[in-house]
């Protein structure tokens, strides 16, 4: 009989946030995989755990996967953690789960620290709606695409950034969202936490001046919806009502629902738009 994964939230600072029910699973499984096993081993020090360690990291993760999955197989149990947070969050974890799924090998997850919803509540900004990035691309082509995505989007957003990227990342969100609101967030549950609402503008003013250290959670607003709406509604007022329609017809509306839509987006009536277009 196959044994369990277990994804194993532990702490991003403070080890008194380690769940009981997390120390337990620690002590019962069989192996525990983990991020870098030199640093795992202060944490499990620490909680007098002695179950042996495999390292599952960003540069094994596919070879590594395959062979935890072969004893997840065999019977054995197995808990996934982190340097710090939730596992398959911004991790290679989220390979061997998906081996798992593939293979019919119980998963299960066991609740705890995530930087990004540490950061998110802490921020004072809306978390009705968010949106999780990471950290950004290195390749410049993707991330450029990645920034345009961000500058339309009205959710809040949530990234990671290293202190040696950081006024590279602030300067480059700057000139393609704006200014916006954002949340710088370090140290998060440590005795130094940190956590500044500011602007991009003074975010960058200041790191400018002031060499950035620890790993940083920005957390963003996203684009005003009214401020999209006014976008949207000077794109129109540029398009002829025939350059409207055919822009809905060429996403595959038909001509009944494009002229809806035309109606909507320039806040008149449906009939208006068809005596328009039918006019002798």
């Avoid at 959710?155 to 300067?171: D, G, N, W």
Wanted: glycine residues 6%.
């Amino acid at each position: 009989m196959a044994g369990t994964l277990y994804l194993c939230a532990t702490p991003i600072g403070n080890l008194g946030d380690m769940t009981p029910r997390v120390v337990e699973t620690l002590h019962m499984v069989d192996v525990i995989a983990a991020e870098d096993t030199r640093n795992s081993i202060k944490l499990l020090n620490h909680f007098d755990i002695h179950t042996p360690m495999t390292s599952y990291h960003e540069y094994n993760k596919v070879e590594k996967a395959r062979q935890l999955v072969g004893q997840l197989l065999a019977g054995q149990n197995i808990a996934l953690i982190t340097d710090a947070g939730t596992p398959a969050i911004s991790d290679p974890g989220e390979v061997l789960v998906r081996m798992c799924q593939e293979q019919g090998i119980a998963v299960t997850s066991l609740p705890g620290p995530a930087a990004c919803i540490t950061a998110l509540t802490l921020s004072g900004l809306s978390t009705r709606r968010f949106c999780f990035e990471g950290f950004l691309p290195a390749d410049k082509k993707e991330k450029a695409a990645v920034m345009q995505e961000l500058a339309e989007e009205s959710r809040t957003i949530i990234l990671y950034e290293a202190p040696h990227h950081l006024v590279r990342t602030l300067e480059e969100l700057y000139q393609a969202l704006g200014q916006r609101r954002i949340t710088l967030c370090r140290e998060l549950t440590k005795r130094f936490e940190t956590v500044t609402p500011t602007t991009l503008e003074e975010a960058l003013e200041h790191y400018r001046e002031e060499e950035p250290r620890g790993e940083y959670v920005l957390v963003l607003e996203g684009k005003s919806l009214e401020k999209k709406r006014q976008e949207d509604i000077a794109a129109w007022e540029n398009m002829s009502i025939e350059e409207h329609m055919e822009y809905y017809r060429q996403q595959g509306l038909d001509e009944k629902s494009a002229m809806k839509q035309v109606a909507r987006d320039r806040g008149v009536g449906k009939r208006e738009i068809y005596q328009y277009l039918h006019v002798e």
